[in-house]
Nanobody, 125 residues
């Protein structure tokens, strides 16, 4: 049974930072990829970032590149999303996901097999 447990969401002012964590269990994650999606009210779920454990390839959506950084601790099966220079438009429920990495130009970069339960990120102006 694959489980993804997110933490680290919250309320922050514009320009601030948050770090999300996702602890995974239930499979050998070194052969897969992990990443983050987000969903704002009334909008479709959107790809944010992905990390392929093997080789360390990373992919970001254009709107967060340069502000967000995805990283991971393979030994802990944990992936992180460091979010800096947050904007009100970053407000959403952020979902951790795991699946297969897809190299550019294929988008999104993660073909999801499993989702976490989501964590709320709210950025006030």
């Amino acid at each position: 049974q694959v489980q993804l447990v997110e933490s680290g969401g919250g309320l922050v002012q514009a320009g601030g930072s948050l770090r999300l964590s996702c602890a995974a269990s239930g499979r050998t994650f070194s052969t897969y990829a992990m990443g983050w999606f987000r969903q704002a009210p009334g909008k479709e779920r959107q790809f944010v970032a992905a990390l392929r454990w093997s080789g360390g390839a990373r992919s970001y959506t254009d709107s967060v590149r340069g502000r967000f950084t995805i990283s991971g601790d393979n030994a802990k099966n944990t992936v992180y999303l460091q979010m800096n220079s947050l904007k009100p438009e970053d407000t959403a429920v952020y979902y951790c996901a795991t699946g297969n990495y897809r190299s550019p130009p294929v988008v999104p970069a993660l073909r999801v097999e499993y989702w976490g339960q989501g964590t709320q990120v709210t950025v006030s102006s």
